[in-house]
Nanobody
Framework: QVQLVESGGGLVQPEGSLSLSCAASGIRFSGYVMGWYRQVPGKQRELVAR???????KYADSVRGRFTVSRDNTKNTVSLQMNSLTPEDTSVYYC????????WGQGTQVTVSS
C-alpha cells in the first residue's frame, strides 16, 4: 500500500518561512519523480516544484528563487523549503509521486497571513 504523508504546514506571516516534508512508503522511492503541488478552492491543482531521482528540479515561475525542493533517497522523503512567503502562497499543498502510477498525499494547509 502506497502512502505519502505530509507534515509541516501551518500559519506563517508574510515574508516568513516554512518547511514541508513528505514521507513515502510502499514505492521504490528512488525511481520516482517526487514533487509538490498546491490547490485553492475553485482552481486547478498546480505544480509547485518537482525533483527527479537524479536531483533534476523544476519549479513554477511563481516560486522560483523562493522555494527549494530536495529529496533524501535513503530516508524516502521529499521536502519543500519555502521562503519569502506571500499571501498568494496560501493553499493546500500536496505531495506527489510519479512513475509507475501516480500517488498523492492527503494535503497540508499552508496559510500566509498577518
Amino acid at each position: 500500500q502506497v502512502q505519502l504523508v505530509e507534515s509541516g504546514g501551518g500559519l506563517v506571516q508574510p515574508e516568513g518561512s516554512l518547511s514541508l516534508s513528505c514521507a513515502a512508503s510502499g514505492i521504490r522511492f528512488s525511481g520516482y519523480v517526487m514533487g509538490w503541488y498546491r490547490q485553492v478552492p475553485g482552481k486547478q491543482r498546480e505544480l509547485v516544484a518537482r525533483i527527479t531521482s537524479e536531483g533534476i528540479t523544476k519549479y513554477a515561475d511563481s516560486v522560483r528563487g523562493r522555494f527549494t525542493v530536495s529529496r533524501d533517497n535513503t530516508k524516502n522523503t521529499v521536502s519543500l523549503q519555502m521562503n519569502s512567503l506571500t499571501p498568494e502562497d496560501t493553499s493546500v499543498y500536496y505531495c506527489y509521486a510519479g512513475y509507475i502510477g501516480s500517488y498523492w498525499g492527503q494535503g497540508t494547509q499552508v496559510t500566509v497571513s498577518s
